[in-house]
């Protein structure tokens, strides 16, 4: 019988060294990944500054994806966040990821991390859009609508001058998913891309 309880105590304690292990796996994850995806952005604008093309901006070795824009919102203290590639879950588990194949370049990002920012977002709030050669594009935010996933639309017109940002909704939700989102819609602000292309 003792035998049998020491027994249940080590599968017990080995038990939770293991979870504590993937408590401590997933830790470490949410800790590094933030800075090795802003690592990779650094690398990646050096090597643009540099005309110099590597191979690979992947922010750690088995990535599937690589940083391509940084999105700063001025009026929501200054944040920003850093957009990768390769449209999964996986990679939205890091930051949120571009859809550049579409009518309008898309950002798509987690409710509860990345864009939880984007419940304090307004029309007329600035968006700046900056691309891997260090090249700034300022939006404005035009439009917030809530729709379900089936019912996303765009207005027509010029593909590069509009943008869009996707997540779920609602903000506080309990439960994961759910088939309606927050879009933001967002046009490039004219005055501010003519001044900047006249000081180029």
Same mark, same amino acid.
């Given at each position: ?23 401590? /796996?997933?830790? #470490?994850? #949410? ?7 802003? *690592?990779?952005?650094? @690398?990646?604008?050096?090597? @643009?500054?540099?005309? +110099? ?10 990535? %599937? ?6 999105? +700063? ?7 920003? @966040?850093?957009?990768? =590639? %390769?449209? +999964? ?23 509860? &991390? *990345?864009?939880?920012? /984007? ?24 439009? &917030?609508?809530? @729709? *379900? *996933?089936? %019912? ?7 593909? +590069? #001058?509009?943008?869009? /940002?996707? &997540?779920?909704?609602?903000? %506080? ?11 933001? /819609? ?8 003519? #001044?900047? =292309?006249?000081?180029?």
């Amino acid at each position: 019988m003792r035998t049998i309880i020491l027994a249940l105590a080590l599968a017990a304690a080995l038990a939770g060294v293991m979870q504590l292990g993937q408590a401590a /796996l997933h830790w #470490a994850k #949410a800790w590094a990944a933030p800075v090795l995806i802003e *690592h990779a952005w650094v @690398r990646l604008q050096n090597d @643009r500054a540099a005309r +110099s093309e590597p191979a690979s901006y992947r922010p750690w070795p088995w990535a %599937d994806t690589e940083p391509v824009a940084r999105l +700063s919102f001025p009026t929501l203290n200054g944040q920003d @966040r850093i957009a990768l =590639s %390769d449209p +999964s879950a996986r990679s939205m588990a890091f930051g949120p990821v571009l859809i550049d194949g579409g009518p309008v370049p898309a950002f798509f990002g987690h409710r509860d &991390t *990345h864009f939880q920012l /984007l419940q304090n977002i307004g029309v007329g709030d600035p968006i700046d859009w900056e691309a891997p050669d260090g090249t700034i594009q300022r939006y404005r935010v035009t439009d &917030t609508a809530i @729709r *379900h *996933h089936h %019912d996303i639309t765009v207005p027509n017109g010029p593909d +590069s #001058a509009r943008m869009v /940002l996707v &997540t779920c909704w609602p903000f %506080d939700a309990w439960e994961v998913g759910g088939p309606m989102r927050f879009v933001v /819609l967002a046009e490039r602000d004219e005055a501010s891309y003519a #001044a900047m =292309s006249a000081s180029e």
